[in-house]
Structure formats: structure tokens, C-alpha cells
């Protein structure tokens, strides 16, 4: 795969919002929960976990 840089003033740029609403819902929560597992490496250096296990228990 070849690398490719195209470069254009900002006056020629277009919308970052126009290409969004355009994705599908789960496309975009796909790349929203990209972002944050992204920033919790960067900002914790770790995957994030649960912090606490719940037991949720049924009494009939």
C-alpha cells in the first residue's frame, strides 16, 4: 500500500461534521470506543479495567 499526502488550503477543506453524519451509528461508536481505548493507553499507559466485579444475585 503506497502512501498518499494531499495537501489544500483551509479554505478548501471541508467538513469534518459532513463526513460523520454520513457514518453509520455503529460506525461511529466503533471509532468513539477506538478514541477512548486509545487516550486510556496514552493517559494511564494501561488497558482499561473494571474497577470493581460486581455479583448480582437473583432471589426468587
Do not use: G
Not at 22 to 49: F, M, T
Amino acid at each position: 500500500m503506497e502512501k498518499v499526502i494531499t495537501k489544500i488550503s483551509i479554505k478548501q477543506q471541508t467538513s469534518d461534521f459532513k463526513y460523520w453524519q454520513q457514518q453509520s451509528p455503529q460506525k461511529r461508536l466503533e471509532v468513539l470506543e477506538q478514541i477512548r481505548q486509545e487516550y486510556h493507553q496514552y493517559k494511564y499507559n494501561a488497558q482499561p479495567i473494571f474497577q470493581r466485579i460486581y455479583k448480582i444475585v437473583y432471589k426468587l
